[in-house]
């Protein structure tokens, strides 16, 4: 027998000198490297200079027995495993000993064989608990909800997003988030705005596609009494509103090429120009544009200024679309479920299998809105304590007849629909790999192993 990886240490606690001997060339032998005491004061000694895997302890001895050495020893033990070793065994001191902290005992005489195997039982229960602490680290991280302002989610993907949306937070760097309408870009912009230093200063949003272009110069820079007909005073712009916080820029590809030079200007100096006046004003302003169009292509088609798309694109966050992020659904629903449980007074405990699959297996063009908006109508719609296909709206049934579900729920556990959608995305990177498993675990971002493991659990490919 040979001790696992590196070597362990072992520190034997004996007043006899042959056993200290016999143990100690036993011990060194199969592998450990080994240190003696005399009695429970040396042995104290000995815990108080180094730390040890294992301690053999005997029960009677001079100065300090083995009863007194485990109390004495207290934290300095810490996650040494003690086996005691006694001529004078007895049920009532083994039990003694095991509630002042020993994990085995035995009596003397014994064989070395015996010695090894209570070591071996031993290292195979540390063993074990290092697994058991692994899997339940491994646990909370599956179950944690990753958070960020007012977003939840549980992907991920999302986690990344969430991630370097932190870092941006804590500077004052021009931020632009890409993504599909209703992925949560301004959610995601409020959230570097109140986790930052400015969240105290006003945040201020502009859907830069929803203000008519002869008003929208007006409306960021604000104007100078007699600028123009109806300019009766002077107003301020919302740059000049945002001073100090943040100005959120929504739909930016949608703003006018005339404009895009003067938020230029902003960018590069930080000044404004309030139409009619001709002197600049300072402004302390972050800047966090967003869109759900390609600026790059935009740029090529001469629809947006080259430079100030890399004015922009100084830090971009992307946020993936719900139709490739399906494992947060669960959680979102009921992320949902409880706000629109308090917002109308209802108390709906759950969603039933069959929805719960339906909203799954949708295709979801308008992101995390339109299930949003989906579990708001159902939850106003249900008279139970369930929300059911019925609830849901036709364009959810009609996806699903055309597409039929492969991912069978059963019962209401969220945890069950979390493995329903690991085997559908394990079923679907297998297929886009041809069955590659290399291949399918890197897009999986799963160890290779790990991947075999779920294959095997879920029956793929039986």
């Not at 946020?319 to 959680?331: G, K, N, T, Y």
């Not at 908006?373 to 249900?382: F, G, H, K, Q, W």
């Not at 991912?407 to 559908?424: H, N």
Request: with cysteine; glycine share 8%; proline share 4%.
């Amino acid at each position: 027998m040979e001790a696992d990886n590196e070597k362990q240490n072992i520190l034997v606690i004996d007043d006899e000198a042959n056993m200290c001997h016999m143990l100690t060339a036993v011990l060194r032998k199969a592998g450990y490297d080994v240190d003696s005491a005399s009695d429970g004061q040396a042995g104290l000694m000995q815990l108080q200079r180094c730390a040890y895997d294992y301690i053999l302890c005997d029960v009677k001895m001079p100065v300090l027995g083995g009863m007194g050495f485990l109390k004495a020893a207290g934290n300095l033990i810490g996650s040494s495993t003690v086996i005691m070793m006694s001529a004078y065994g007895s049920i009532d001191s083994a039990i003694e000993a095991m509630k002042l902290g020993a994990y085995d005992y035995i009596s003397k005489p014994f064989k070395s064989d015996e010695v090894l195997l209570a070591l071996r039982k031993a290292e195979e229960r540390e063993r074990l608990k290092k697994e058991n602490r692994q899997l339940r680290a491994r646990i909370r991280e599956i179950e944690k909800d990753y958070r960020f302002g007012r977003l939840v989610a549980r992907s991920a993907a999302m986690a990344a997003v969430f991630e370097l949306a932190q870092k941006a937070a804590r500077y004052s760097t021009t931020v632009l988030i890409l993504g599909e309408s209703g992925t949560g870009k301004e959610l995601i912009a409020r959230g570097i705005h109140f986790e930052g230093e400015r969240a105290a200063m006003p945040m201020v949003p502009v859907n830069c596609g929803g203000i008519p272009e002869q008003l929208l110069e007006s409306e960021l820079f604000g104007y100078k009494k007699g600028a123009f007909t109806g300019a009766d005073r002077n107003k301020k712009g919302l740059f000049q509103e945002a001073d100090g916080g943040t100005i959120f820029l929504d739909e930016i590809g949608e703003l006018p090429l005339s404009l895009q030079v003067k938020l230029l200007r902003v960018l590069q100096e930080n000044e404004i120009r309030p139409v009619g006046d001709s002197r600049h004003t300072q402004v302390n302003v972050r800047v966090v544009a967003a869109t759900a169009k390609d600026l790059a292509e935009e740029v090529k088609r001469g629809l947006f200024r080259e430079d100030l798309y890399y004015r922009l694109n100084v830090l971009t966050i992307s946020l993936p679309p719900l139709r490739q992020r399906p494992e947060d659904i669960p959680h979102l629903c009921r992320y949902f479920l409880e706000r629109f449980n308090a917002k109308m007074g209802k108390h709906i405990e759950g969603i039933a299998p069959a929805a719960l699959g339906a909203l799954i297996e949708h295709s979801w063009p308008g992101n995390v809105r339109e299930l949003e908006n989906i579990v708001e109508r159902a939850v106003l719609l249900a008279e139970g304590d369930q929300l059911g296909t019925e609830h849901l709206p036709p364009s959810i049934h009609a996806h699903n007849q055309d597409t039929p579900s492969e991912t069978v729920i059963d019962g209401f556990s969220l945890k069950v629909a979390q493995r329903a959608i690991e085997k559908k995305l394990i079923r679907q990177a297998l297929e886009k790999t041809r069955g590659n498993r290399s291949q399918a675990a890197r897009l999986l971002e799963i160890s290779h192993p790990s991947l075999l493991s779920k294959i095997k659990a879920y029956s793929i490919g039986d």
